[in-house]
């Protein structure tokens, strides 16, 4: 968390001249007290995955719903994109906003600060869930991408995974992940 708070500490006082919790005090009218409950509850709700993410435009293209759809029913935060109508009518000026995502149920729990996975546990997962023909499976993913180079990154995540990292000329690339429960 704290990594978090500087980055937006040198972020708002490169663009504002001012510091991030003197920004936070004067726009909220903050007292101290305030301000460190503030602050405490952001750093609880990233560390629980409780948060959104809200994108504003005047028009929503069918293939960010699709997406959107996607990523909030297969994982634990939301994103909700709003869309504004923009209409004037003489001197009138009316905005209509349009929600979308918000009609999503989720049937993935959040679990606060989940089990940090390794080979060991999830092994034993799939074996329990679907027998030795999965682990085995799993098993080669793992060996192809240690003997290829290719970075296993294991989740924090309530039902296990791991997601391949691929190396590439400008940054990793994660085309997929390996779950616990069979996705």
């Given at each position: 968390m704290e990594s978090f708070i500087d980055f937006l500490e040198k972020e708002v006082?490169?663009?504002?001249?001012?510091?991030?919790?003197?920004?936070?005090?004067?726009?909220?009218?903050?007292?101290?007290?305030?301000?460190?409950?503030?602050?405490?509850n952001v750093e609880r709700n990233l560390n629980d995955g409780n948060f959104?993410?809200?994108?504003?435009?005047?028009?929503?293209?069918?293939?960010?719903?699709?997406?959107?759809?996607?990523?909030?029913?297969?994982s634990q935060f939301d994103i909700y994109a709003?869309?504004?109508?923009?209409?004037?009518?003489?001197?009138?000026?009316?905005?209509?906003?349009?929600?979308?995502?918000?009609?999503?149920k989720k049937d993935i729990k959040v679990k606060s600060r989940g089990i940090k996975?390794?080979?060991?546990?999830?092994?034993q997962q799939l074996k329990e869930k679907f027998g030795d023909?999965?682990?085995k499976v799993a098993q080669a993913i793992i060996d192809f991408?240690?003997?290829?180079?290719?970075?296993?990154y294991w989740t924090s995540s309530q039902r296990g995974s791991f997601i391949l990292g691929f190396p590439s000329s400008e940054k990793e690339f994660y085309p997929f992940a390996i779950q616990g429960d069979g996705k």
């Amino acid at each position: 968390m704290e990594s978090f708070i500087d980055f937006l500490e040198k972020e708002v006082n490169k663009n504002s001249g001012v510091s991030l919790t003197q920004k936070l005090k004067e726009f909220f009218q903050l007292t101290d007290d305030d301000l460190s409950i503030l602050l405490e509850n952001v750093e609880r709700n990233l560390n629980d995955g409780n948060f959104k993410f809200v994108i504003l435009m005047d028009k929503t293209h069918p293939q960010l719903k699709d997406l959107i759809y996607f990523i909030n029913q297969n994982s634990q935060f939301d994103i909700y994109a709003v869309e504004l109508e923009y209409y004037k009518y003489e001197e009138y000026e009316i905005l209509i906003p349009g929600l979308f995502g918000a009609e999503i149920k989720k049937d993935i729990k959040v679990k606060s600060r989940g089990i940090k996975w390794n080979w060991a546990s999830f092994s034993q997962q799939l074996k329990e869930k679907f027998g030795d023909e999965v682990v085995k499976v799993a098993q080669a993913i793992i060996d192809f991408a240690n003997q290829n180079n290719i970075k296993v990154y294991w989740t924090s995540s309530q039902r296990g995974s791991f997601i391949l990292g691929f190396p590439s000329s400008e940054k990793e690339f994660y085309p997929f992940a390996i779950q616990g429960d069979g996705k």
